[in-house]
């Protein structure tokens, strides 16, 4: 069993960045973010899977995920923030990648807020 736990979550104002990370107990193969909003399922943010990296199309260009060398370690790193943002980010882990649907993962962070005020 892989325990995940998230750190970095906070207020920031409209423009500004945060970074997330996100420490597995044990190595993974593919680590990512979801989110989600009051009243809506978690949704894929961005995914790394062996060096492979996917984004949503909302956040390209914006974030930026990375991971560390142990493979047990990943980071968001969030600019241009926008109020659309706000939302509850879940760090996922799977060592079985099969694609971007949260429900192919087998790990999960209980979860950081990202607040973002316009």
């Known amino acids: ?14 423009g500004g960045s945060l970074t997330l990370s996100c420490r597995a107990s044990g190595r993974v193969l593919s680590m990512g973010w979801f989110r989600r ?4 399922d978690r949704v894929f943010v961005a995914v790394d899977s062996a060096g492979t990296t996917y ?12 991971r560390d ?6 980071y968001l790193q969030m600019s241009s923030l926008k ?4 939302a509850i980010y879940y760090c996922a882990a799977t060592n079985f990648f099969r694609g971007l649907e949260p429900g192919l993962y087998d790990y999960w ?5 990202v607040t973002v005020s316009s």
């Open 1 to 14: 069993q892989v325990q995940l736990v998230e750190s970095g979550g906070g207020l920031v104002q409209a």
């Open 37 to 40: 909003t009051p009243g809506k």
């Open 55 to 66: 984004y949503a199309d909302s956040v390209k260009g914006r974030f930026t995920i990375s």
């Open 69 to 74: 060398n142990a493979w047990n370690t990943v």
């Open 83 to 86: 109020p659309e943002d706000t």
């Open 109 to 113: 962070g209980p979860g950081t807020q």
